[in-house]
Every structure is written in structure tokens, then in C-alpha cells.
């Protein structure tokens, strides 16, 4: 039965839970079914059934393995018995959807993540209408209010073209899917010569294979071949032979965390750091839940101070907490040391 509101219940148990309607969205574990909002590796697993767009369905067999898929298009909505959905693009990367649900009256939209801003190499966003409103809010703080994306596209090319003039090869860290097919098109429009990580040239091919154009030729990673390339590859191979054999590397890391003020601790080593995020800001954020018209709007994703952000603008807003069932515990970590000093060329 519904809650006290006559709204859905909606419930975190290890992936977000409507036990009105027995649906899962983006668990975090196996599920006998599932809806999928996109293909990154902490909104999927291995489900036996999964409900998502093409895109995310060929991303998440790639990423996952075999499953039995339904997708649906961008726009089509389709009857499933108790509830009926629709996906919308969430201009996050490609494939990626917010989830409408419909049920007994009620319009709930799930953003998964989502980006506002243009996306070189996703589906433009939208926002939904709808009663209730499930948001990610990741940079849900006044902080992370990003500069303009040409400002930072043009820093990215400053930063390249440094790298060649001191006979450097120019790196740049980006996540394997979404943020390296952006990286990759910016880079190919100012035709530069790129080269690929594998895992972002297998993301890359799917990509293609979706339909997607991108501007340029580029090439699978040859250590061999990287004199006059850019190099694209994980954050995670910052410390990998793979990089650490380049003698003249110049590091470029792409990352809304670059607007945190403790991003030269975070990325020590890195020589730029630029805020290039497939992420909504504070702003957009604002503005997606003031023009959704949700009557309840619930965060998840980010801190609870956003909520209590939003309701200080006269939004009925609270953030999701872990269902009681499901379980707290997490491990410890040692606390790090700070760095002994800062780079304060790092966002030059």
C-alpha cells in the first residue's frame, strides 16, 4: 500500500526501491529485474533481467555480460502491468535516461545522473514534469558552480598545446565511458591527433556503433606511436607503468572535483586540472527541481544539506537515507596526511 501521502514509498535497500510496485532502479547487487539509467559500473550489476535504452543495454552487456534485455527508446513509453515508464534523456553520456514511472495517477521521475549543460557526445537532457522527483545531487553545493564549458575547453587546448611546445606528451584523464567520448570529441573538433586507452577505445567503437559521429579518426593506444597524440586514458593509470614509463608526460585531469578546494591534495602530481564534469552543478540542480513542478522531491547521491537547501527556497525536499534494513557498517580508513604544500600552478 502507498504511504500516509498517498505517494509512492521510495526506499534505498542497496539501489533505489519502490515496494509499491516491487521495481528496482540502478540496484546495487544481482536482481532477478531491474531498470537501468545508464551503463557507468556503480549503477549496474549482474541482473538476469534489466529494462534500459539500447545504448545502455549494449554498454551494460559489454561492461556485464549476457541478460535478458527490454530497451526503449528516448520518448517511448510502454505498459508493464502495474506501472508504465518512459525514459528521457539525462545528457549524461550516451544512453543515459531519466526513468519516468507511472502509477496509479502518480508521475515519479528518477534522474539517475544527469547533466544540463550541452554534452559534445550525449543526448541533450530534459526536464521532466512530474509529483515526485528522485534527484542525484553530487555537486549539490553552492561551491561547485562550473565555469563556462568553452572557458574550460579552451584552457584544455592551452594546457595540449604547452605540453607539445615543451616536447611533452599531453595526457588526459577522464573516466572510460562518457567523459573520455566527450574528452575525445572536443579534442578531434581542433583536430588533434588522439590515441586511446584500451578500455576507452572499446567504449569508443560502441559508441560508433550506436551511430555516434564523432569528428575524426583516432587510434588504440601503441606506446610506440605517442610522439604529436594526445593519450586518453582511466584517472586509474595515473600510477600505472603505463604512464609512469612516460619520462615527459603532462598530465590533465577532468573532474568536477576540481572546484573543491582540496583538489591539489587530491591530485598531486597532476599538472591541471580542469572542471569538466558529465555532472549537474549546484545551479542546474536548483533549476531542475524548481522546473520539474514536483510537489516532493527527494536527493539522493550527495549530501543531505542540499535538501535543506532546497527547502529554504520553499521546495518540499528531504534526502534519502539507507532504509533501516539495509546494512551501515563501512570500513575504516586510515585519515591522510595532508601534502606539505600546494601547487597553485595546478589550475593555470
Same mark, same amino acid.
Given at each position: 500500500m502507498?504511504?500516509a501521502?498517498g ?5 534505498y535497500?542497496?539501489?533505489l526501491?519502490?515496494p509499491d510496485?516491487d521495481?528496482w532502479?540502478d540496484?546495487?547487487?544481482?536482481r532477478?529485474?531491474?531498470v +537501468?539509467s =545508464?551503463?557507468h559500473s ?7 533481467? +534489466? ?5 545502455t543495454a549494449? +554498454?551494460f552487456? =559489454?561492461?556485464?555480460? #549476457?541478460?535478458? !534485455?527490454?530497451t526503449q527508446i528516448y520518448g517511448?513509453?510502454?505498459? *508493464? ?7 528521457y534523456p539525462?545528457?549524461h553520456?550516451l544512453?543515459?535516461?531519466?526513468i519516468?514511472?507511472e502509477?496509479? &495517477?502518480e508521475?515519479?521521475v528518477y534522474?539517475?545522473d544527469?547533466?544540463l ?6 543526448e ?7 509529483d515526485?522527483?528522485?534527484? /542525484? ?5 553552492p561551491? *561547485? ?10 584552457r584544455l *587546448?592551452a594546457?595540449? /598545446?604547452?605540453?607539445f611546445?615543451?616536447?611533452r606528451v ?7 565511458l &562518457?567523459k ?7 579534442l578531434?573538433?581542433?583536430n588533434?591527433?588522439v590515441?586511446?586507452h584500451?578500455s576507452?577505445?572499446n ?5 560508433r /556503433? ?5 569528428s &575524426?579518426?583516432?587510434e588504440?593506444?601503441?606506446r /610506440?606511436?605517442?610522439q604529436g ?6 584517472p586509474g593509470?595515473?600510477?600505472q607503468p ?7 608526460? *603532462?598530465?590533465i !585531469? ?5 572546484m573543491n578546494?582540496?583538489a591539489p ?8 586540472v580542469?572542471?569538466?564534469?558529465? =555532472?549537474?552543478?549546484?545551479?542546474e ?6 522546473e520539474?513542478g514536483? #510537489?516532493r522531491?527527494?536527493? !539522493?547521491h550527495?549530501e543531505p544539506?542540499f ?6 527556497l520553499g521546495l518540499?525536499a528531504?534526502h534519502l537515507a539507507h532504509?533501516?534494513?539495509?546494512s551501515t ?6 585519515p591522510k ?5 600546494v601547487n597553485?600552478s595546478?589550475?593555470?
Amino acid at each position: 500500500m502507498k504511504g500516509a501521502t498517498g505517494l509512492l514509498r521510495v526506499e534505498y535497500k542497496e539501489g533505489l526501491y519502490l515496494p509499491d510496485l516491487d521495481l528496482w532502479l540502478d540496484a546495487d547487487g544481482p536482481r532477478e529485474h531491474c531498470v +537501468i539509467s =545508464h551503463g557507468h559500473s556503480d549503477h549496474i550489476a549482474e541482473h538476469k533481467s +534489466i529494462v534500459a535504452t539500447p545504448e545502455t543495454a549494449r +554498454i551494460f552487456q =559489454h561492461r556485464r555480460g #549476457e541478460a535478458k !534485455m527490454t530497451t526503449q527508446i528516448y520518448g517511448e513509453r510502454r505498459d *508493464y502491468g502495474r506501472y508504465a515508464l518512459t525514459f528521457y534523456p539525462a545528457g549524461h553520456c550516451l544512453g543515459s535516461a531519466q526513468i519516468l514511472v507511472e502509477a496509479d &495517477g502518480e508521475r515519479l521521475v528518477y534522474t539517475g545522473d544527469i547533466k544540463l549543460r550541452a554534452n559534445v557526445a550525449a543526448e541533450s537532457a530534459v526536464i521532466v514534469p512530474c509529483d515526485t522527483l528522485v534527484m /542525484e545531487s553530487t555537486f549539490g553545493d553552492p561551491h *561547485y558552480r562550473f565555469p563556462p564549458d568553452v572557458a574550460t575547453f579552451d584552457r584544455l *587546448y592551452a594546457g595540449i /598545446e604547452r605540453a607539445f611546445s615543451d616536447d611533452r606528451v599531453p595526457v588526459v584523464l577522464a573516466y572510460a565511458l &562518457g567523459k573520455s567520448q566527450e574528452a575525445l570529441e572536443l579534442l578531434l573538433r581542433r583536430n588533434y591527433r588522439v590515441t586511446l586507452h584500451g578500455s576507452i577505445w572499446n567504449i569508443a567503437e560502441i559508441y560508433r /556503433e550506436c551511430g555516434v559521429e564523432f569528428s &575524426g579518426a583516432y587510434e588504440k593506444y601503441d606506446r /610506440e606511436h605517442l610522439q604529436g597524440r594526445v593519450l586518453i586514458t582511466p584517472p586509474g593509470c595515473r600510477k600505472q607503468p603505463m604512464l609512469l614509463n612516460i619520462e615527459r608526460r *603532462y598530465l590533465i !585531469m577532468l573532474t568536477g572535483w576540481a572546484m573543491n578546494k582540496s583538489a591539489p591534495y587530491m591530485y598531486k602530481g597532476v599538472d591541471l586540472v580542469l572542471p569538466l564534469s558529465d =555532472h549537474a552543478d549546484y545551479d542546474e540542480l536548483v533549476r531542475l527541481a524548481r522546473e520539474s513542478g514536483a #510537489e516532493r522531491i527527494i536527493t !539522493m547521491h550527495g549530501e543531505p544539506k542540499f535538501a535543506a537547501s532546497l527547502r529554504e527556497l520553499g521546495l518540499n525536499a528531504e534526502h534519502l537515507a539507507h532504509h533501516p534494513g539495509a546494512s551501515t557498517k563501512t570500513k575504516k580508513r586510515a585519515p591522510k596526511k595532508a601534502a606539505t604544500a600546494v601547487n597553485l600552478s595546478l589550475f593555470d
